[in-house]
């Protein structure tokens, strides 16, 4: 019997038991020997609960017990997270997380401290929510030289952006509709300004690349600032706006990484993920395109991903499963000399001024609207677009990069 404990019991801590323990038989015999939560860490009890036996709130507890062997830190953040976690490896403890945020911030230093110790330290369920993608990264796609990873990575933002396309709503009446329903936050902060995928494109990118992809460096841009009028000449144009999180490689070591809003072509497959639904579009380059795509958060899916890792742990005690992300920083490109094609949103008053500025590849207008206009630039360097941009000041009123 392999003994389990489990970090936190909110949201996602709570699915990871009810997994296991709903699913006892197909988890079982998929680990093949028996797994038994034997502890819950959290600072609260749970009079009720079903498994308030188990709850405890003495880590040292865990820690210390010989017995188990594997635990799920669904605790998240990055500071007693982090200490529990290391600690745990450091005892020769697998743990699995959920913590996208530890991921990204620790990711390779705890890789290596599971390895040091014959142990394993598995994070599926931290991008992605339940869709399978880490593993695929690291064993099925491994004859492969993953040359970009396009990914919608974040469903709070992606539903604000199908309510806007398809009600024509703006940013905030559906941000707020999005927090009464519980898919935003009270504080949506690292979701609507992109922090959350930066997080999850930055693990995508160091596994890519075999080295280290600070997402502190990556380049990251919100939602907020697009409107219902851009949605307006979307739809004319045959396009969509989604938020993207892209990863592309330059060379053995120079990757490109950044968040942004994306104007993309309606036939484009990412374009067709709506409401809280994720996916991740990988090119590889003797596969080519593959998508993979489901559910990106939510306390079933989740849980799903991170009892995943907990069965692979188990068929693997005492042996470390291969995870290529190695301490050493990935050279990141300089954004500002990338070349971009843009949609550029300005004041009709200005036409003859962003014509002048930009080479264009055409000029859009929309029959009743006369109050502005818009065009598609063919490519140019991120910095000067900008220069250009505040050479005209406010006739701009919106501008997004095309995929």
Not at 273 to 300: I, W
Not at 329 to 351: I, M, P, Q, T
Request: charged residues 25%; negative net charge; hydrophobic residues 40%.
């Amino acid at each position: 019997m392999v003994q389990v404990a489990v970090l936190g019991y909110g949201t996602v801590g709570s699915g990871v038991v009810e997994v296991i323990e709903k699913n006892k038989d197909m988890v079982n015999k998929k680990a093949g020997q028996e797994l038994n939560v034997k502890y819950i860490l959290d600072l609260k009890d749970f009079p009720g609960d079903p498994y308030e036996s188990k709850v405890i709130h003495d880590f040292d507890q865990i820690v210390n017990d010989d017995d188990v062997a594997i635990v799920c830190e669904t605790m998240g953040g990055v500071g007693v997270a982090y200490q529990f976690t290391k600690a745990l490896l450091e005892k020769g403890k697998s743990v699995c997380t959920s913590n996208k945020e530890l991921v990204a911030k620790h990711g390779p230093e705890l890789l290596q401290t599971a390895k040091a110790h014959h142990c394993n330290y598995l994070f599926e369920a931290s991008v992605g929510g339940g869709i399978p993608i880490i593993r695929p990264l690291n064993y099925s796609l491994t004859a492969e030289r993953i040359e970009a990873i396009n990914g919608i990575l974040n469903g709070t933002t992606n539903y604000i952006l199908t309510k806007m396309e398809k009600e024509g709503a703006d940013f905030d009446s559906v941000l707020k509709e999005a927090q009464e329903k519980g898919y935003a936050e009270r504080n949506p902060e690292a979701d609507v300004e992109g922090h959350d995928a930066c997080r999850k494109i930055a693990i995508l990118s160091s596994l890519m690349t075999g080295m280290n992809v600070d997402s502190e460096k990556i380049y990251t841009e919100g939602i907020t600032k697009v409107t219902a009028a851009d949605f307006v000449y979307a739809k004319a144009a045959g396009k969509s706006i989604k938020l993207l999180a892209r990863s592309k490689a330059l060379g053995e070591e120079e990757v490109l990484a950044m968040v942004a809003p994306f104007m993309l072509d309606k036939e484009h497959p990412l374009a067709m993920v709506n409401d809280v639904f994720n996916a991740v579009f990988v090119t590889g380059n003797m596969l080519g395109d593959s998508m993979y795509y489901g559910r990106g958060a939510g306390k079933l899916p989740t849980a799903s991903a991170v009892v995943s890792d907990v069965v692979d742990c188990a068929r693997h005690l005492g042996k470390v499963i291969m995870c290529f992300w190695e301490e050493k920083d990935a050279k990141l490109a300089d954004l500002d000399n990338v070349e971009s094609r843009y949609f550029l949103r300005a004041k009709a008053s200005a036409r003859a001024a962003v014509e002048a500025a930009f080479d264009c590849e055409e000029v859009l207008t929309v029959p009743g609207r006369t109050e502005d206009f818009a065009v598609f630039t063919k490519p140019v360097k991120e910095r000067d677009f900008a220069a250009k941009c505040e050479e005209l000041g406010s006739a701009v009123e919106s501008r997004i990069r095309l995929f």
